[in-house]
């Protein structure tokens, strides 16, 4: 099941980085028709098989700090993580959207910050930030010295404008008129207009979901995963920012909830995980969707 690992050489053309990227692809599991590409290994190491600009949106969440100890096994940092943000820019198309789905630890009583970071080092490669989105869900512990901790972020990065906004509608009330209030700097002067309101509006950029038990997901398998999110936060952003038969990558998959809504929604997915046991989940947990079980 392993990936073979490749070493693109830094100046390689395009084609040998093409042929290497195919080769890397001899070791992955599709399944049925559907285009799924599920690599076990480091994304650091396979995402350079990637060929430049080849993918459309990623949809993925990094390790939290040192929140999950992920089997004990994992070595997160920031080398890792510039890495990472450095290879994303380079794998996505012009247009292209990162949805990067994160939170802070708090230590030694102060929140570490790191999600600003990350943030402003996505800009420092050439992202835009396009918007900062909030993952609105009930926090599992309470404190008694802060607020409930209900929300992790969701930085929309874009290289360039986006290329697909499909932005998901809801309902505006009252769908009658609304005074606006005008005022003229010259005469000093409030008039009031009524404005027809439509009757819907793009959602707010707070989303909310339920999570945990049989709302993340149906599949018990899934929460074998300490840090999953829900299969609708992947299904609403991989319609927002992508177009069906669009190529869509999770290079930290974890339990494969991106992979499981590509396979929704007609998007072909290339997903990568390091630890085998999460791997085992993910591709147990795509198979099975794809097999309509
Ligand atoms: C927050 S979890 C992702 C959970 C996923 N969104 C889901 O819904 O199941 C982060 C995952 O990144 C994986 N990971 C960390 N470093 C990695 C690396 N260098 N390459 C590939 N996977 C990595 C961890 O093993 C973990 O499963």
């Known amino acids: 099941m392993g990936a073979e690992k490749s070493s693109a050489d830094v100046g390689e053309g395009k084609h040998e980085q093409e042929r290497k990227f195919r080769e890397a692809l001899s070791t992955e599991i599709s399944i049925g028709d559907a285009l799924l590409k599920l690599l076990h290994g480091d994304c650091l190491d396979l995402m350079s098989d990637i060929p430049d600009g080849s993918v459309d ?8 700090d040192n929140l999950r100890t992920y089997n004990n096994k994992l070595v997160w940092n920031w080398e890792i993580f510039t890495g990472i943000a450095e290879q994303l820019f380079r794998v996505t ?3 292209g959207v990162v949805v990067w789905v994160v939170g802070d630890a708090t230590i030694k009583g102060s929140e570490t910050g790191t999600s600003f970071r990350q943030a402003l080092y996505f800009k420092d490669v050439g992202f835009n930030l396009h918007d900062t989105m909030i993952y609105n869900r009930y926090a599992q512990f309470t404190s008694n010295v802060r607020y409930s901790q209900d929300f992790e972020y969701m ?6 404008k986006p290329k697909t906004i499909n932005l998901i509608q809801t309902k505006c009330k009252p769908h009658g008129g609304n005074n606006f209030k005008l005022w003229n700097r010259d005469s000093n002067t409030i008039k009031y207009r009524t404005v027809k309101r439509n009757k819907i509006k793009p959602h707010s950029n707070i989303f909310k979901y339920n999570r945990g038990n049989n709302h993340s997901t149906k599949d018990k398998n899934a929460y074998k ?8 936060l992947a299904h609403d952003h991989i319609i927002s920012w992508s177009n069906e038969g669009d190529t869509v990558l999770d290079p930290m998959m974890g339990s494969g909830t991106t992979g499981v809504a590509c396979l929704n929604l007609n998007r072909r997915f290339i997903g990568i995980e390091k630890d085998p046991e999460y791997f085992k989940i993910a591709t147990e947990r795509i198979e099975k969707k794809t097999n309509g079980k």
């Open 57 to 64: 949106l990623t949809v993925t969440s990094p390790p939290y």
């Open 93 to 95: 198309k012009n247009g």
């Open 225 to 232: 995963h300490p840090a999953t999110f829900p299969e609708l």
């Open 155 to 160: 930085f929309i990065f874009s290289k360039d």
